[in-house]
């Protein structure tokens, strides 16, 4: 088991694994393009071990309290390393593109309901889920890097919500007040229970 200042590290490292793959998301026109080397994120995260809130959060049901006080701290850590790639990013001359387009994005969900984000929310973390289980028990090499691939472009393309990437993109477009600080933990209520639904069905069946 970690440490919390471990946990934290890690978690830091794994917000900017997945703001690599925004900036990449960001940079692209094509959004086919963009959500399918997107996957860069989460492939990171997942091959080198790193602490990703909507992926951890998946087995809260599965680990001991340890684990499940561990994922706040993860959620803390995966927000500074989204907020330092973004400032980084930002002293760059990449900066004021990324912070353009995502200026756009980050003002639709700022401005949309609140149900609307939870909902997103939900169906993005059944798609990581999906990812991420298929990762790591997928008995196939090809199946594993398929899982990922799959899981994170249909999350994108659909349009759902995942807290950690909306944390690098509010972050960039400098949207943080009050308003999006409240979609994002919203969002993140909505990652906690969609990442939850399938490992407690699965539990059902087994019994």
């Known amino acids: 088991m970690r440490s919390r200042i471990e946990t934290f590290v890690f978690g830091m490292?794994?917000?900017?694994?997945?703001?690599i793959g925004g900036t990449v998301f960001l940079s692209l026109d094509n959004k086919v393009l963009g959500a399918v080397f997107f996957t860069v994120g989460l492939f990171t995260v997942c091959t080198f071990g790193f602490d990703?809130?909507?992926?951890?959060?998946?087995?809260?049901?599965?680990?001991?309290?340890?684990?499940?006080?561990?994922?706040?701290?993860?959620?803390?850590?995966?927000?500074?390393?989204?907020?330092?790639?973004?400032?980084?990013?930002s002293l760059t001359r990449i900066g004021p593109a990324l912070q353009e387009k995502a200026?756009?994005?980050c003002t639709v969900k700022a401005e949309d309901?609140?149900?609307?984000?939870?909902?997103?929310?939900?169906?993005?973390?059944?798609?990581?889920?999906?990812?991420?289980?298929?990762?790591n028990k997928n008995p196939h090499e090809v199946g594993k890097y398929l899982s990922l691939l799959f899981g994170v472009?249909?999350?994108?393309?659909?349009?759902?919500?995942h807290c950690v990437a909306d944390m690098y993109y509010f972050s960039i477009a400098g949207m943080w007040n009050g308003r999006t600080l409240?979609?994002?933990?919203?969002?993140?209520?909505?990652n906690a229970c969609g990442g939850v639904i399938f490992p407690l069905l699965r539990r059902l069946r087994a019994k």
Do not use: H, Q
């Open 103 to 105: 200026a756009g994005m």
């Open 153 to 161: 472009a249909v999350f994108i393309l659909c349009g759902t919500e």
């Open 52 to 89: 990703l809130f909507t992926g951890k959060v998946c087995y809260v049901f599965d680990r001991d309290a340890d684990y499940a006080i561990n994922l706040p701290i993860m959620w803390a850590g995966n927000f500074l390393g989204a907020w330092l790639t973004a400032f980084l990013e």
């Open 13 to 19: 490292l794994a917000g900017i694994s997945i703001s």
């Open 113 to 135: 309901s609140l149900l609307s984000l939870f909902i997103l929310g939900v169906f993005c973390d059944i798609l990581i889920y999906i990812a991420v289980d298929g990762y």
């Open 182 to 190: 409240l979609c994002l933990l919203v969002i993140t209520l909505g």
